[in-house]
């Protein structure tokens, strides 16, 4: 019977983890210029416009992998997929799923947290599976990106990208829904 024990042990040390990520989860705190404050809404419910907006303002998601548009509320990048969920109250919801080189699908809630938004705050809230066995330095690497993304001089020039597009057109243009909408 012990060695029954010693092979399940390392599972249920993971499956502790795993409930432990759940209960607590990594929160990151962003905040919004206030011209950018009246676009959150829109990005945040199409996730693959929000990646196509940065994209084109000059901050892609990745430098190396390109994005992959499902539709408007989902989009590939790499081995990972987004897909907008949906909004309750103030918050944003969204799975990030990918494979790992073993060949585990891996599932990501997500929650984009607004009500502070007249705070300027919004808080991102991510809970990953096995939460204490990611690396410190790749949650800082993650931050790091993020913030290059967020600082004020990046949000202007995204509202100054969003502006332009909005004189063009009210909406989407026909070549953007297209491209959103094609699958």
Not at 107 to 121: F, H, K, N, Q, T
Not at 129 to 149: D, H, T
Not at 163 to 177: G, H, I, Q, Y
């Amino acid at each position: 019977m012990n060695w029954a024990l010693r092979l399940i042990a390392p599972w249920l040390f993971l499956a502790a983890l795993g409930a432990q990520a759940a209960v607590a989860p990594i929160v990151m705190s962003v905040p919004i210029t206030p011209d950018m404050a009246g676009f959150v809404d829109s990005l945040a419910r199409q996730p693959s416009y929000a990646a196509l907006v940065l994209r084109n303002a000059g901050f892609p998601l990745s430098f190396s992998k390109p994005i992959s548009i499902d539709n408007s509320s989902s989009f590939r990048l790499g081995n990972y997929a987004v897909q907008y969920l949906k909004k309750s109250d103030n918050v944003y919801s969204y799975e990030v799923r990918t494979i790992t080189d073993l060949g585990k699908k891996v599932v990501m809630p997500v929650e984009i947290d607004v009500a502070d938004l007249s705070a300027r705050i919004v808080r991102i809230r991510m809970y990953p599976e096995f939460a204490g066995l990611i690396p410190k330095v790749l949650l800082n690497q993650f931050e790091s990106r993020l913030k290059n993304i967020t600082r004020p001089r990046a949000q202007e020039k995204l509202v100054s990208y969003l502006l332009a597009r909005s004189k063009n057109s009210r909406t989407m243009s026909d070549s953007e829904r297209n491209y959103l909408d094609r699958k």
